[in-house]
């Protein structure tokens, strides 16, 4: 089979969507990558993909489509694809909209967090999920990660198909297991950042936006004797409100981008990530893998995966009291953290493998036997 997998920005494309491709692949697939352009769709077509640079804006100003939609219908028809695979809120609802216009014959679709939330404008929301119930009248089966939204979906009637499934979230647990030597890896780590060693590490990954929390997560680090050490940085393509690091707050390290996660989860403490909207969040996943308790809000997504008193705690959302309260309870709880993390840990291992959830795909849409058909088994 021929497929496109088609997201809005070349980053979603290669740290998330990836592992799909890969696998199918090795199925025997013929896959095209569809994104903005940029240096992780090069480093996407160094695997041996080819690639298709369609430049898609992530504003909601329909006039700023008209072209990408029209290049869509255009690639879409000459490439005459058996699948699209749609990903991210704008990319999926202009390239489900191009997709049907070209007459695509199985368009999928992954919602890895409908837009819309509980905290957003009534007004607001109702119009995001018209939306989505629009292009669900182009989309033959509809993917969530977390069971909340697939509810959701559901409840809506987002899938014309009538085939909804929530396929959860994972990474590879082998990228986040334990480091043999513990203790000279934790050392060699901190030591490397200019962390102390004996300090009750808390770690952050996420972009650098006030929508993941960042504000109140300062806030509620103010004079605590712990560190935080920020990872991620701003996407040049984002929206939301930027955020400063304080520069008059010592125990903050921001680290920016980093391709050394596994390792700097391995020399931290304790995860949070205090965002106001998720999908199903893989940074969670990641942290659970390496043994950390994880503090995380109480929004779609997360609290599916954080156990509240039994993997992590989960603390209401922009509330920087709350925050404080809980990084206090775990840092001056270190039994309390050894046992959140192995009960995290079990339960990443148990629901949280990347492979598992790459086979759910497959298998629901026919691909993991590529010499059994040339077109998408009907869902």
Known sequence: MKICQLCA????????????????????????AVCSDGKWLDKTRDEGFRAAPVSISRSFNIFRHIGAYRQLVKLFRRERFDMVHVHTPVAALVGRLAAR???????????????????????????????????????HVLFTQAEEDAATARRFSFCAG?????????????????????????????????????ATAVMMVGRLVAEKGYPELFAAMRDLDIELWAVGDRLESDHAGAVTVPDDAPNIRYLGHREDVPALLAAADI???????????RSIIEAMFAGLPVIATDIRGSREEVVDGETGMLVPVDDADALRVA???????????????????????????????IERQLTRLGLSNAGGSDKPRSP
Not at 9 to 32: K, N, S
Not at 104 to 122: K, S
Request: charge should be neutral.
């Open 9 to 32: 920005v070349d980053f979603t494309l290669y740290h998330f969507i990836l592992p799909l491709m890969r696998a199918e692949a090795a199925a025997g697939h013929e896959v095209v």
């Open 101 to 139: 216009r070209a007459g695509v014959q199985c368009i999928v679709y992954t919602a890895h967090g409908f837009y819309f939330h509980e905290r957003m404008a009534r007004w607001k929301r109702a119009l995001f999920v018209m939306l989505e119930w629009l292009a669900g009248r182009f989309t």
């Open 162 to 198: 009538g085939v909804i499934e929530a396929i959860g979230n994972g990474v590879d647990p082998a990228r986040f297991a334990p480091p043999q030597d513990e203790a000279t890896h934790r050392a060699s780590v901190r030591a490397s950042i200019g962390a102390p060693a004996n």
């Open 271 to 281: 995860f949070v990530l205090p965002s106001h909207r998720e999908g199903m969040p």
């Open 327 to 357: 990084l206090c309870a775990l840092a001056n709880g270190a039994s309390e953290r050894q046992r959140m993390g192995a009960a995290g840990q079990a339960r990443a291992a148990a629901l949280y493998d990347e492979a598992l959830v």
